[in-house]
């Protein structure tokens, strides 16, 4: 217990507790008086510090309501913040799917375009390939054109003729003449 100038509170509760020789002599006034004085001095001590501490609880108590009442404002928000991840986290999921769809629907593009493109060229290259050979077709048929004009011209017909009557005149003679020999 808290000493009060060499006397304990005890020793202020039991007044008698001051001895000469073995017999007990009740406290002299002076000495109630000074531990009275001392009591009431406690008291005002004790008394202040319970006004301390009674306002210094209130004041906890208040602050201990403000975080009460913060904490379940922050719990609100951190609540409210979750769904938003769970939602935006569910969100990118989608836009990730989405993504991945459309890299798919984009790359199935790229390769049918390819492939058209591959048509087109073999394509290009057929139609060349057959423009080519009407081409030369076309240029052999110029020529015979040319020649069979050239041949049968009228001023070069009558020639012609007479040319044809002599070459079958001279196959049917070498034909009478195998066929008249004897085998």
């Known amino acids: ?63 201990l309501e403000s975080l009460h009442t913060k904490a379940y404002e922050l719990e609100g928000l951190v609540k409210d913040k979750r769904e938003l991840i769970t939602k935006l986290q569910l969100q990118c999921e989608d836009s990730e799917q989405e993504c991945c769809r459309q890299l798919k629907k984009n790359k199935e593009s790229k390769d049918l375009l390819e492939q058209r493109r591959c048509e087109i060229q073999e394509v290009r290259l057929k139609h060349r390939k057959l423009r080519m050979k009407f081409e030369n077709q076309l240029q052999q048929l110029t020529e015979q054109f040319k020649q069979l004009h050239s041949v049968f011209t009228p001023e070069r017909l009558p020639y012609e003729l007479e040319l044809a009557e002599n070459t079958k005149d001279q196959l049917l003679s070498t034909v009478k003449v195998e066929s008249a020999a004897p085998s």
Do not use: F, H, W
């Open 1 to 63: 217990m808290e000493e009060l100038s060499g006397c304990s509170v005890e020793e202020m509760i039991n007044l008698t507790t001051l001895k000469e020789g073995d017999l007990l002599q009740p406290p002299k006034v002076a000495q109630l008086t000074e531990i009275l004085r001392k009591l009431q001095k406690g008291q005002a001590t004790i008394k202040n510090e319970y006004e301390e501490l009674k306002s210094a609880k209130e004041a906890l108590l208040k602050e």
